[in-house]
């Protein structure tokens, strides 16, 4: 992945984003398939990989993922709640690995510096069950401690407004909250995980135009609108996707 500047921050800022892998155990992942990776959409995954020399990402995108590692990094170091180091696990012959925040009240933890509006609308809450099932399946997988089955989300709400909490009781009432996230069972979480390395595998020996398609969900489609907001701002892989030029192309037409 090569970073670039083509927003023109400054330069002591350019070289804070670039130094975003100081907050991620990189070494430790490395020959790993990531929790964070297992989630995303075949496609993107095989496409990323494939093409991870020729992306190019400007260090702006990178902004909040920076600020929520930092946010983490601090939070970690929060007296009374047990950090995790990176876990390991391995099926179909691939290691897989994750790094959830801590463990408070024998569940699984995880901070999540995000939207109001994600909150508000559950847009992501499919997305943390997975997330958390799958870490607390490799807390099983490498320890043998058996946690709650159910996780906890800390969202941290870089856009909260107290005005909105005013006027709305269904939106956060405060900056920083905590979700209850019933999560999957160990069987359940295994199944997902073990159906989808399966098919990663598949994916790897197609070209790129005979890649499993993104679905609407996996694409964040919106009816209204007909945008398809995880390609156009979220998605590194798209400029490789030949799925995204058939889809501009029907929408310049």
Known sequence: MKLTNRSAVPESVFRFLATHDQFYDKDAAKGTISVTTLLRPIQEIVLTQRHDEEIEVDCTDLLWSVLGSGTHAALEKVEGFKPIGRLFGELEGIRISG???FVANNRICDYKVTSAWTVF????LEEWRLQLSLYRWLYFTQAGG???ETGMIVPILRDWAVREANKNPKYPQAPMIEIEVPLLSLKETEDFCREKLLAIKKAREESDVRLPLCSEKERWFHAKTGKN?????YCHAAPFCDQKKEMDLVIDI
């Open 229 to 233: 907001r995880k390609c156009d701002k």
């Open 146 to 148: 058996t946690l709650e």
């Open 99 to 101: 790094k959830p925040d």
């Open 121 to 124: 609308y559950g847009d992501r």
